[in-house]
């Protein structure tokens, strides 16, 4: 799909910001897949989840371009009748290329912030793991 994407992302009728974003999109999907896929060839388990977590990141915003459009478009629609005439279609095409980059890029980053939670062990940064104080087991009296 990925390789598909670049052939497809350059003919974007929604303009050139969503080609680029799409074509952006194409271009970091494909190699975070082919990294994943080296990894899990290596048996390096764990660098092959995070590749995979980012590589789904980039696959699962063909869903979250749907939540960002539907975003973009109410956050657009008080202009309807100023800024575009009234024209719908115009303001679809406006609010095409925020959603088209935010679909993938807020994925990217929450995946980005989730791998170096859990490289952290779930501590915020700057902080240590504080172990609890060692208590003698319980034994026969």
């Known amino acids: 799909m990925g390789i598909a994407s670049l052939f497809i992302a350059p003919l974007s009728r929604a303009g050139f910001s969503v080609a680029v974003a799409n074509t952006l ?3 970091l999907w494909l190699p975070f897949t082919l990294i994943g896929y080296r990894m ?3 048996r390096r388990y764990a660098e092959h989840r995070e590749w995979m977590l980012r590589s789904f990141a980039m696959i699962f915003a063909i ?3 749907r939540v960002w459009s539907i ?3 109410i956050a657009v629609m008080p202009q309807l009748e100023t800024a575009y005439g009234g024209d719908e279609n115009m303001l679809m095409l406006a609010a095409a290329p925020a959603a088209s980059f935010l679909s993938w890029t ?3 980053l929450f995946v980005e912030w989730w791998i170096q939670y859990r490289r952290r062990g779930g501590r915020k940064p ?6 609890p ?4 087991r319980p034994g026969p009296p």
Do not use: D, E, F, Y
């Open 25 to 27: 999109w194409g271009i």
């Open 40 to 42: 899990v060839r290596r």
């Open 63 to 65: 869903i979250t371009n």
């Open 71 to 73: 975003i973009c478009v």
């Open 106 to 108: 807020v994925n990217l």
């Open 126 to 131: 700057g902080t240590q793991a504080v172990r």
């Open 133 to 136: 104080p060692l208590s003698p």
